[in-house]
Every structure is written in structure tokens, then in C-alpha cells.
């Protein structure tokens, strides 16, 4: 199974900054949409922040204003910057890629990589 590759995670002090990135396989033809989502210990795993080919990003409520996504479409990567972290935002963070074939919507996914913040 094709997997996404994230990196950039790690231990940070509240009101301090990380920047995520991710590359999927150029075998991942066709991606429509890439972004981020994070799942924290006991809870279910939320949208951070995506953006699709139109560029029309989207951001979850509880990180506007303090993470940036961007992509390289051409190299099949996507990156965040996260700025202000609060201890609530520690979680793993994965990422996301979609393609659209015959009509279907295809994911795939990153192992995750582990941000911790600290108080």
C-alpha cells in the first residue's frame, strides 16, 4: 500500500513553531487535494487543514490565524507551518492525499508524525 512521508514533528514549548512536511509517491498520480489532519489520545482524528488543486485552503476553527498549509504540486508535497502552538494541539499529525478515480474518491495517508507541546 502506498504511503504518504511526513516529517518535522517533535517536542516544542507553548507559544513556539514546527513546520510539518509530507511527500507522496510520484506514483500518486492525479492528487486533488492534500492536507493535514491530527488525532490526539482518546480522541478521534480532525481535519486541520487541506487545500486542493484550486488553492482554495481550508482551515479547522481552532488553528486559523496560527498554521499555514502550502503545497508543491509539482513535487507532491505539502507542508505546515504551525506557529502559537498551544498545548491542546499536541497530537499525531497525518497526511492526507486524494485522487478521484472513475468517480471515487481515493485517500491515502501518512504513518503520522508525533507533536508535543509542552506547558
Known amino acids: 500500500q502506498v504511503q504518504l512521508v511526513e516529517s518535522g514533528g517533535g517536542l516544542v514549548q507553548a507559544g513556539g513553531s514546527l513546520r510539518l512536511s509530507c511527500a507522496a509517491p510520484?506514483?500518486?498520480?492525479?492528487?486533488?487535494?492534500m492536507g493535514w489532519y491530527r488525532q490526539a489520545p482518546g480522541k478521534q482524528r480532525e481535519l486541520v487543514a487541506t487545500?486542493?488543486?484550486?488553492?482554495?485552503?481550508n482551515y479547522a476553527d481552532f488553528v486559523k490565524g496560527r498554521f499555514t498549509i502550502s503545497r508543491d504540486n509539482a513535487k507532491n508535497t505539502v507542508h505546515l507551518q504551525m506557529n502559537s502552538l498551544k498545548p491542546e494541539d499536541a497530537a499525531v499529525y497525518y497526511c492526507?492525499?486524494?485522487?478521484?478515480?472513475?468517480?471515487?474518491?481515493?485517500?491515502?495517508w501518512g504513518k503520522g508524525t508525533l507533536v508535543t507541546v509542552s506547558s
Open positions: 487545500m486542493p488543486n484550486g488553492g482554495n485552503t
Open positions: 510520484i506514483s500518486i498520480a492525479d492528487i486533488v487535494a
Open positions: 492526507n492525499a486524494v485522487r478521484i478515480v472513475l468517480g471515487i474518491r481515493m485517500d491515502y
